[in-house]
């Protein structure tokens, strides 16, 4: 959280000497909305995680899937980015940026969808572990398989 407070902090500072030194509506108005964005950003950060903003380690909260890559993610942002230069060069780049980022999207709705059953499932594997009986042993340490 911090890097995000410290670049509202940033654009706040530049825009508001901004808007003071050159009184250009234009400016003002990118600045402005950039500050918007980044602070609905930090919100939604601070909402979504309310230890977000609470100093030191972060607290155990058990096992979590961690993703390393996603190439759905990066075809989204491809799309997007292509989409929005497409504004400026011309139309079939908007054609081409819109199909990228229906891909890229619609791979990601799959990637999260897969990520919640293999989460469900390590929690069922979790729970059905916890309820099983302990297998007793013999004396000299191999498993019965009996159940006391």
């Known amino acids: 959280m911090r890097p995000l407070l410290i670049w509202l902090a940033i654009l706040t500072t530049t825009g508001t000497l901004n808007a003071i030194w050159t009184g250009d509506l234009i400016q003002t108005a990118t600045f402005a909305a950039a500050v918007l964005a980044v ?3 930090v919100l939604f950060q601070v909402l979504a995680n309310p230890d977000a903003l609470r100093r030191g380690a972060p607290g155990a909260r058990g096992a979590e899937t961690i993703v390393r890559a996603s190439a759905a993610a990066a075809l989204a942002a491809i799309g997007l980015s292509t989409l929005v230069v497409g504004v400026v060069f011309g139309h079939f780049l908007i054609d081409f940026g819109a199909a990228v980022l229906i891909v890229g999207l619609t ?3 799959l990637e999260r969808r897969a990520q919640h059953a293999a989460e469900r499932a390590a929690a069922q594997r979790r729970a059905g572990a916890e309820a099983s009986p302990r297998v007793a042993g013999r004396a000299g340490g191999a498993p019965t398989g009996e159940v006391p």
């Open 107 to 109: 791979r990601l709705v």
């Open 39 to 41: 602070g609905t950003l």
